[in-house]
């Protein structure tokens, strides 16, 4: 039964993907398609984006210095990460290069597997490593991954409020900054009245058949353990300083990705006007294309919903696929050789031993 499920899920992760990485190339006409204007034949695959060969002009002119410092961006934003998640680690599990290693090496898993699995494969590897509970290293993941979703709120407002995004696109920004709110919140009221928080979900849950409420009951509390942390005010600030500087970091990296693809000139008066804006508003797009469970590796996906953003500001498709492909290739490439180098390295396996908790 549950491979069945985990079967279904792959499945429907990859269809997601191909759907997406479809939108990469074509420029569907659901409208005509309805009205019988066009055929279906027609409607979805007559009217391409790009040809190759204005794909690879676009590429192979690209100002490489750029992209050259957008790489050096990358591997400072990889540091900074894992120090920020050395933090959240229990005092005296992993050492700064042990957590840099193990967070490598379930980035290399989440390219190389689908649904983003490496963040559990990452819990195992730190298991493997010193001995801590997958479940409480899931819970610094699931802390970190929360961290990363407060402090994107910003930079989510600054690109509505400097930008008329589509009614839509404003609509479901705000729908997940109130998520991610109240899910930052209840996060906060663990902290402090952890008994009355579990309380208060176990009576959310109540509509869920015993079985199932127990379970996600116990989950929630294995992986909400290591929240006590934040009760420290100097962790806190450093925390908040370092993720900050990670988003900014990223943001910086969507400036330069559209000088490197000439993409801030007159010919393209919407970012030229503000490209400030025009970054932050792709930071939203790219991080939504990463984060969607696909296929391994968001290889569809981050291209798809890339493109499609990229149209908002009227870049032709082979500028806007140029881009996607360029800088999904320097985030998956790195991640990639570096995980699997450090996974030779410290003799792991995808094999998932038993555990003694």
């Not at 920020?84 to 290693?101: E, I, K, V």
């Not at 015993?210 to 420290?232: N, Y």
Request: hydrophobic fraction near 55%.
């Amino acid at each position: 039964m549950a491979k069945g499920r985990q079967a279904t899920r792959i499945v429907i992760s990859i269809v997601i993907s191909l759907f997406f990485l479809y939108l990469t190339f074509w420029a569907p006409r659901f409208g005509a398609l309805f009205r019988g204007e066009e055929g279906i034949g027609r409607a979805l695959f007559s009217h391409g984006r790009f040809n190759l060969a204005d794909l690879w002009q676009a590429m192979t002119t690209a100002h490489w210095s750029y992209i050259a410092a957008i790489g050096v961006l990358y591997m400072l934003g990889l540091a900074l990460r894992a120090w920020r998640w050395h933090l959240l680690l229990p005092h005296g599990t992993l050492n700064y290069g042990q957590s840099f290693a193990a967070m490598m090496v379930g980035y290399m898993a989440n390219n190389l597997l689908p649904l983003r699995m490496g963040e559990f494969y990452r819990a195992q590897v730190v298991w493997q490593m010193c001995g801590l509970s997958r479940s409480s290293a899931m819970g610094t993941i699931v802390l970190e991954r929360t961290l990363d979703l407060f402090f994107f709120l910003p930079f989510v407002a600054g690109a509505m409020l400097l930008y008329p995004l589509p009614s839509a696109l404003k609509t479901a920004g705000i729908t997940g900054a109130v998520v991610i709110l109240l899910l930052v919140v209840f996060l906060v009221w663990m902290v402090f009245q952890r008994q009355q928080a579990m309380a208060a979900l176990r009576f959310m849950l109540s509509v869920l058949p015993s079985r199932f409420r127990e379970k996600a009951i116990a989950l929630f509390d294995k992986f909400t353990t290591g929240l006590s942390a934040l009760r420290d005010i100097k962790l806190c600030l450093r925390l908040t300083v370092y993720s900050l500087a990670l988003w900014v970091l990223y943001s910086t990296v969507m400036y330069l990705m559209l000088l490197a693809m000439n993409l801030t000139g007159p010919e393209i008066p919407s970012i030229a006007k503000d490209p400030l804006a025009a970054s932050l508003v792709l930071l939203v797009i790219t991080t939504i294309g990463f984060v969607t469970p696909s296929a391994p590796g968001a290889v569809g996906t981050y291209h798809g919903v890339t493109v499609l953003g990229l149209s908002l500001f009227g870049v032709p498709g082979d500028q806007a696929a140029g881009f996607a492909i360029l800088l999904h290739a320097m985030n998956f490439l790195p991640l990639t050789g570096i995980g699997l180098f450090f996974f030779w390295q410290q003799g792991l396996s995808f094999r998932k031993p038993a555990e003694t908790e």
